[in-house]
């Protein structure tokens, strides 16, 4: 299945995105994708639910905007210099034991909304990510059974402000939680929908040139690994998300490094997880000040 909500900002409701292509909206028999949705084995009701009757239910335009695929959850996870090219072009060893850093749940916004620069802002940077949702209340789960936590995949954009997460003092968190900074979507599909979420092309593209080209198999630390390691250090609810890390290619790492200026686009693809683009903008703020 793919899971879609649409609708204004706040106030999405719950959708399917069907094999043909058309988008049905299911809120009527579930109210939103959120923890108790996963908590209370919603994935399995929506799959028989859809079988009876998606022919019948309300189709949604596809004019509507996408929000992000699900309700805003306990915590976004990320898994930082999970690819060694990366570690590589930021000039970090590969490290030993997975990172992990926090961004706030606020920065979570539909696929395709503006990439809005924050204030004070000068080193906007992308980064195309596997994000993992976990399906049920993880807790010391050793490696094997990983994967029974896992609801489903999306694409996600990790955007991060080099000079908030680098040169500001303290943890990354800084550079990664500004509202906009976590476009997530075009929908959740869940771990049938795919043959091998440890072997999927991932790309992005700013202005339609290249900037990262890659695959989830060059990860130094795989899906299952990482929802082991993270649910060490605290329990992961229904609906949380772990980010797994980027690959080479993001503005950091190039010399002189190109960041973000309001007018780029930025496009980016993960193999089964659909596509996703941003136009860059500058915050009001911003703009009166300039
Ligand atoms: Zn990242």
Redesign the pocket.
């Known amino acids: 299945m793919k899971l879609i909500r649409f609708g204004e900002p706040g106030k999405e409701k719950p959708g399917v995105l069907l094999n043909d292509g058309s988008r049905i909206d299911v809120s009527g028999v579930f109210p939103d994708y959120d923890e108790a949705f996963f908590e209370k084995g919603g994935l399995a009701a929506l799959r028989s639910w859809l079988e009876s009757n998606a022919r019948g239910a309300p189709h949604v335009a596809a004019s509507l905007r996408l929000g992000p695929p699900i309700r805003r959850p306990s915590k976004i996870v990320?898994?930082?210099l999970n690819f060694r090219d990366h570690a590589a072009e930021t000039k970090a060893e590969p490290p030993k034991e997975p990172v992990i850093f926090f961004k706030a749940t606020t920065s979570l916004v539909g696929p395709n909304d503006s990439l809005v620069i924050p204030r004070n802002a000068k080193k906007v940077d992308w980064?195309v990510?596997l994000a993992v949702v976990i399906g049920k209340r993880a807790s010391y789960v050793p490696k094997d059974r990983a994967l029974d936590y896992v609801a489903g995949y999306a694409l996600h954009n990790?955007y991060?402000e080099r000079s908030f997460q680098l040169e500001r003092g303290g943890q990354w968190v800084k550079g990664k939680s500004a509202d906009t900074f976590a476009p997530l979507g075009p929908f959740l599909a869940t771990p049938d929908e795919l043959s091998n979420p440890g072997n999927l092309r991932m790309w992005l593209k700013v202005n339609g040139e290249t900037r990262q080209n890659s695959s989830t198999s060059n990860m130094i630390f795989d899906v299952p690994t990482l929802v082991s390691y993270v649910s060490e250090f605290m329990t992961l609810l229904p609906g949380d998300v772990i980010?797994t890390?980027?690959p080479a290619g993001v503005a950091l790492g190039m010399n002189p490094p190109k960041y973000l200026q309001p007018g780029d686009v930025v496009e980016l693809g993960i193999e089964g997880l659909g596509e996703s683009r941003q136009q860059v903008v500058n915050s009001p703020l911003q703009q009166q000040s300039q």
């Open positions: 990320c898994i930082g980064e990510e990790d991060s980010s890390g980027t």
